[in-house]
């Protein structure tokens, strides 16, 4: 079982920054892709940004140059850096463990946290 669980949401102006940690129970960076997604009132969850095998991270278009993922092994934490926020960017973020293929591992969420943009 893990627990992954969100910190550093809340309420801020257009243009201001947010960081994101998403703390993992327990070391497991070695087997999952960590990713961050979001969802906003009355749309789908979309993802924001995801961990590539060689810990890289991708983002959506719509967060690219703004947003920064980044990781600390050691403290078993990822994070998600958002600057120039805009009011769209206001939405409930989730922090997601996704298993490497063929480990026949489940899948993890965290709890979700509030981000919203509002002048």
């Known amino acids: 079982q893990v627990q992954l669980v969100e910190s550093g949401g809340g309420l801020v102006q257009p243009g201001g920054s947010l960081r994101l940690s998403c703390a993992a129970s327990?070391?497991?960076?070695?087997?999952?892709?960590m990713g961050w997604y979001r969802q906003a009132p009355g749309k789908q969850r979309e993802l924001v940004a995801t961990f590539t095998g060689g810990g890289t991270a991708n983002y959506t278009d719509s967060v690219k140059g703004r947003f920064t993922a980044s990781r600390d092994n050691a403290k078993n934490t990822v994070y998600l850096e958002m600057n120039s926020l805009k009011p769209e960017d206001t939405a409930v973020y989730y922090c997601?463990?996704?298993?490497?293929?063929?480990?026949?591992?489940?899948?993890?969420w965290g709890q979700g946290i509030q981000v919203t943009v509002s002048s």
């Open positions: 327990r070391s497991i960076f070695n087997l999952y892709y």
């Open positions: 997601n463990a996704k298993p490497l293929p063929g480990l026949g591992l489940r899948a993890y």
